[in-house]
T-cell receptor, first 114, second 116 residues
Framework: DVKVTQSSRYLVKRTGEKVFLECVQDMDHENMFWYRQDPGLGLRLIYFSYDVKMKEKGDIPEGYSVSREKKERFSLILESASTNQTSMYLC?????????????FGPGTRLTVT | AQKVTQAQTEISVVEKEDVTLDCVYE???????LFWYKQPPSGELVFLIR??????QNEISGRYSWNFQKSTSSFNFTITASQVVDSAVYFCALSGPSGGYQKVTFGTGTKLQVIP
């Protein structure tokens, strides 16, 4: 079974702090994704990565950056957390066959910025 | 641009009733993929089905069935004889070459509550 794990289920940070959200997958998948989920807005893509050190902006990249130094790990960074970044953050991975694969999701990190 | 509309925000049904979750999509692509995912209360989205645009056959998997109609740009999901374990948020999603095949556009989700 594909396993996608996220470093924390719940996180509370203060405004202005630098925040790291970590995601690890164990199935050698090429693609990894970061989404945020907000009520009434569904899932919105922040960034994705299709290879080590490669990244592409999603629909809402402002205020975020990412890092993928190893194939299995994809980090989301909030350079200076703000209250409007309070949300559920979901990480996902997919095999990367060239067409649209199903994605495998982690359990999510609920981030609160105070 | 790609868009997925799930007009039903919340649905409540009594156990054993059938329920249909609606999904309407918009895309310029002639080749595209449609998905359904389930998010139970635990939070982890689970993949249910993927359909490509050339395959309009309806799909049935146990109590679940999917009706894909290109003429109406819809990909509806029916649960027959609903059970409490079906309570979850269900997302419809779309991908295609105009958005990059690996980038998926999700709908806003439909929360289904099955009452015992």
């Amino acid at each position: 079974d594909v396993k996608v794990t996220q470093s924390s289920r719940y996180l509370v940070k203060r405004t202005g702090e630098k925040v790291f959200l970590e995601c690890v997958q164990d199935m050698d998948h090429e693609n990894m994704f970061w989404y945020r989920q907000d009520p009434g807005l569904g899932l919105r893509l922040i960034y994705f990565s299709y290879d080590v050190k490669m990244k592409e902006k999603g629909d809402i990249p402002e205020g975020y950056s990412v890092s993928r130094e190893k194939k299995e790990r994809f980090s989301l960074i909030l350079e200076s957390a703000s209250t409007n970044q309070t949300s559920m953050y979901l990480c996902a991975s997919s095999p990367g066959t060239g067409f649209s694969d199903e994605q495998y999701f982690g359990p999510g990190t609920r981030l609160t910025v105070t | 641009a790609q868009k997925v509309t799930q007009a039903q925000t919340e649905i409540s049904v009594v156990e054993k009733e059938d329920v249909t979750l609606d999904c309407v999509y918009e895309t310029r692509d002639t080749t595209y993929y449609l998905f359904w995912y389930k998010q139970p209360p635990s939070g982890e989205l689970v993949f249910l089905i993927r359909r490509n645009s050339f395959d309009e056959q309806n799909e049935i998997s146990g109590r679940y069935s999917w009706n894909f109609q290109k003429s109406t740009s819809s990909f509806n999901f029916t649960i027959t004889a609903s059970q409490v374990v079906d309570s979850a948020v269900y997302f419809c999603a779309l991908s295609g070459p105009s958005g990059g095949y690996q980038k998926v556009t999700f709908g806003t989700g439909t929360k289904l509550q099955v009452i015992p």
